[in-house]
């Protein structure tokens, strides 16, 4: 019985060696969409001049972005979004809402682009 199916396991595993890897594309599709619903709700918030949840949002956003994003020798990205997000954070801060919204637009827009291109169609 097992010789029988051995031939069938082996032609399955180049599939099942995929899937990690397609698992690891769909939740860093995921982590950037949170990313990206975080950004535009902190926009929103900074508007209404709710400075402590725009920054709380920018938080999550950066956390979101830092737990997938490597860049060489797998180190955190530290330029880009992520700084974006990092100075925009510290612009509400010191109350500089016009700079804090202009680099959240900067780093949203940017994270589309990058959605767009790793999936096309959305």
Request: aromatic share 2%; no cysteine.
């Amino acid at each position: 019985m097992f010789r029988r199916s051995l031939p069938l396991l082996l032609l399955a595993m180049p599939a099942a060696a995929q899937a990690p890897e397609k698992a690891a594309d769909l939740a860093d599709a995921m982590e950037m969409d949170n990313a990206l619903q975080y950004l535009r709700t902190a926009l929103g918030e900074m508007r209404a001049n709710r400075l402590g949840q725009a920054i709380e949002l920018l938080e999550r956003a950066e956390s979101r972005l830092l737990t997938r994003a490597t860049g060489n020798m797998g180190r955190p990205v530290q330029g880009g979004p992520v700084a974006d997000i990092a100075t925009a954070r510290r612009a509400l801060g010191q109350r500089d809402v016009a700079s804090a919204q202009a680099l959240t637009q900067k780093a949203l827009e940017a994270l589309q682009r990058r959605r767009q291109e790793r999936v096309p169609g959305k």
